[in-house]
């Protein structure tokens, strides 16, 4: 059970002297995630800042945290490698550029090549 007055979530507010103060909480800025058709997405090849390997990138998407996070798992089991999910970018170990591709389009996906 939550707490109507919870002090841990008050941002810049120490002390009122107004009786009828109400302290509103932020509402947290959780973007909605976009509908596959509408989801523009580029996939392509990586090797800047990682010693040499490759990695396959896939930008673009518009969502919450959790659905990247499930597209992420998606597409690492779908390549059978590893890979991870951050800043709205899904890394996928290796170049698997036209798997993905076909996996998203597949999928309902817009999705591109690039480089």
């Known amino acids: 059970m939550a707490k109507s007055n919870d002090w841990k979530k008050r941002d810049g507010v120490v002390y009122s002297t107004n009786s009828d103060f ?4 932020s509402q947290s800025d959780t973007p909605l995630t976009l509908p596959p058709q509408q989801q523009n997405l ?3 090849l990586d090797k800047s800042m990682r010693a040499g390997k ?4 896939v930008k673009g998407f518009v969502g ?11 597409l690492k ?8 999910t951050k800043d709205g970018e ?7 550029r036209d798997k ?3 996996f998203l389009i597949k999928e309902g996906y817009k999705a591109k090549r690039s480089g």
């Open 22 to 25: 109400q302290f509103t909480y």
């Open 42 to 44: 580029i996939v392509l």
């Open 54 to 57: 490759q990695v396959t990138l």
């Open 64 to 74: 919450a945290p959790d659905d990247l996070e499930k597209l992420g798992k998606m």
């Open 77 to 84: 089991s779908k390549c059978g490698v590893g890979g991870s």
């Open 90 to 96: 899904v890394l996928i170990q290796g170049d698997h």
């Open 100 to 102: 993905i591709v076909q």
